[in-house]
């Protein structure tokens, strides 16, 4: 069984920067995919960002291209999401998960495919409170 701890979360201002981390320990068992998740009160929970673990190739919302980056240091089974240029918007609990997608599908994968929905999400965290002040 493999848990995710989240840590990192807290009070930023508007255009500031923060970095969340994850641990995860315990029998990682067929995981090849991490992601970062967020859910803001009253709003249901969507993709932030994955990484495939292999290789370290990545994806990201729409909303946060360009300002977020998810990193793993796999010597500290540690997953990161950088985020920089923060907005009002990005206020939420951000959650760690852990999943896979099996390597017969990589290659029959098409440009834009939604790993957020594609990956089968099998482990999560309990989440950390980002708050970002205007």
């Known amino acids: 069984q493999l848990q995710l701890a989240e840590s990192g979360g807290g009070t930023v201002q508007a255009g500031g920067s923060l970095r969340l981390s994850c641990v995860a320990s315990?029998?990682?068992?067929?995981?090849?995919?991490m992601g970062w998740f967020r859910q803001a009160t009253g709003k249901e929970r969507e993709g932030v960002a994955t990484l495939y673990t292999t290789d370290g190739d990545t994806y990201y919302a729409d909303s946060v291209k360009g300002r977020f980056t998810i990193s793993q240091d796999t010597a500290k089974n540690t997953v990161y999401l950088q985020m920089n240029i923060t907005e009002p918007e990005d206020t939420a609990v951000y959650y760690c998960a852990a999943g896979r997608l099996p390597e017969r599908f990589m290659d029959k994968l098409w440009p834009g495919y939604n790993f957020f929905t594609g990956v089968t999400w099998s482990y999560w965290g309990r989440g950390t409170q980002v708050t970002v002040s205007s």
């Open positions: 315990g029998s990682s068992g067929n995981v090849n995919y």
